[in-house]
């Protein structure tokens, strides 16, 4: 079993998980929470979007957001877009990190941003050239990377092509996304063996969806063919407003649970990531899908 | 990726799974669930256990259940046994299969059938004798081979040890179990890959609990050590009266799913299983943990 001494977790809850929740949660709230989660140890975050709050109003004070937190030196905080629109909004905050996404199938990228695969791409390639000449961090999301909700399996093949594009078009970080969670652990393995085999200079990031319970089993997968950067949610919130099915994300605590029982570092508080998830339990309807924080006693 | 062509689920729903619910499930009930398991294409069953009744009344009806289903000859219905006195009460109904259970933990097998754990092994030793004259085929089932709930992580040599005295018993199978669920897969993969390297010839199979979200994490590991028997309990039912905090068994439907989109041949028909975990709703009052009966629309 091919383990690695520690792994980053990339904490996407801010913005994958609270875009979903249909009660706006107050500002304060949202900057609260990201304060709280910067304590943790976690190096990483997607703390916001800026896309059209039309179409995800819980993202609509991204720049509020931004501007109001206590950004901790040694906390990458990134935000996503979707286009070039975006990118405008978001280089108006102090943003030093962009998360772009585009969708390896062409039926979901439509319905997530309005246009065709090709078109982001293109879309994409002016905001990366603009980002990179003021410094900005790329992380360039491949969504339904394994699976889409509207065609089914997608194509290996398709997938290392844009692995392959991302990197030409100068990505800092690719991030293979099981956006329904409809992965199986075989294919992760496959796929993200292949991706490394690619040996982009670019990092090779995993992000996965418990939908079909196989969140932590594709992370078993994934840490078997060498990825060691892994998104998450705490308390496993998430989902996708344009994947219908979609659930909550890995939940952060229990992927920082396994690690740990594992051996294997993620420089992360394990207490201090439950005391966040009580920060979140107010604004948020649903049940959380995440484990550790329902086992009492439990230590890491 | 080490991974077999097939794996056999031994469902243990109807004993493990049911023993923890509040409410009495009517016999026929009981009977009507374990004949629509036995037409799915599962082999093997936990289907009672002859514990005493005050202890697990849910099962006060082993005899009947046992006695009132239609036993296909194509599935292996086992009855769980404690001790001597369970195997007396079995012997009077149609079993031609035992499940033995100890506690690797003593603390755990003093609470789960108030014995020490040597005592168990010289009752169970009785047991498989007398089995054996009756040709009953042993499963014997080591409990807390992971962790206990009273003492934390248990000796993995102590567990080997275990292992090899079942063997030398007569076992035809023994079970790893991990009752509270909290192993991790590295764990998992090691005790594994040690006792398979006993090459005992007793089977080794799997038994996971989904408390911290491990279970197919879990079955993941035991798979690439080199197991292909995995106990799983439909619709995640589960638990144990007698471990603190342990949650549902590893979700029948979520297993075959997960081994059906790698390709990995169960026997098991997903449509088929699914219908039964609907015979099973009005019956618990339970959220069912597994994940596959919520997602609209899945195949498999």
Chains 1, 2 share one sequence.
């Not at 975006?86 to 246009?115: C, P, Q, T, W």
């Amino acid at each position: 079993m091919n383990l690695p001494d520690k792994v980053e977790i990339i904490e996407v809850g801010p913005r994958d998980g609270i875009q979903n929740e249909s009660n706006f949660i107050p500002t304060e709230k949202k900057i609260e929470l990201i304060n709280a989660l910067s304590k943790t140890g976690i190096k990483r975050m997607e703390a916001v979007s800026f896309v059209h709050p039309k179409y995800v109003p819980q993202m609509k004070d991204a720049k509020e957001v931004l501007n109001g937190i206590e950004k901790s030196p040694s906390v990458q905080y990134m935000a996503l877009i979707p286009n070039e629109k975006g990118y405008d909004r978001a280089i108006e905050s102090d943003v030093h990190s962009l998360s772009l996404v585009v969708g390896a199938s062409d039926s979901f990228n439509l319905k997530n941003v309005k246009m065709s695969r090709e078109q982001s791409i293109t879309n994409l390639a002016t905001v990366i050239k603009k980002a990179k000449a003021n410094d900005i961090f790329i992380r360039y999301s491949i969504a339904t990377a394994f699976w889409c909700p509207f065609e089914g399996k997608v194509d290996a093949d398709l997938v290392l092509k844009m692995v392959e594009e991302a990197e030409m078009l100068g990505a800092d970080e690719i991030v293979l996304a099981d956006t329904i969670g409809r992965a199986n652990p075989k294919q992760v393995f496959e796929l993200f063996q292949a991706a490394l085999s690619l040996k982009t200079k670019a990092s090779i990031s995993a992000h996965f969806h418990d939908t079909y319970g196989l969140a932590l089993g594709n992370v078993m997968a994934a840490l078997e063919a060498g990825v060691t950067r892994f998104d998450a949610s705490i308390g496993g919130l998430g989902g996708c407003p344009f994947a219908p099915g979609a659930a909550g994300n890995a939940a952060t605590e229990d992927l920082v649970f396994m690690m740990h029982e594992m051996g294997i570092d993620t420089g992360i508080d394990f207490e201090q990531l439950l005391a966040c998830i009580e920060l979140l339990k107010p604004y948020t309807n649903r049940e959380l899908t995440g484990h550790l924080h329902k086992v009492k006693g439990c230590q890491s």
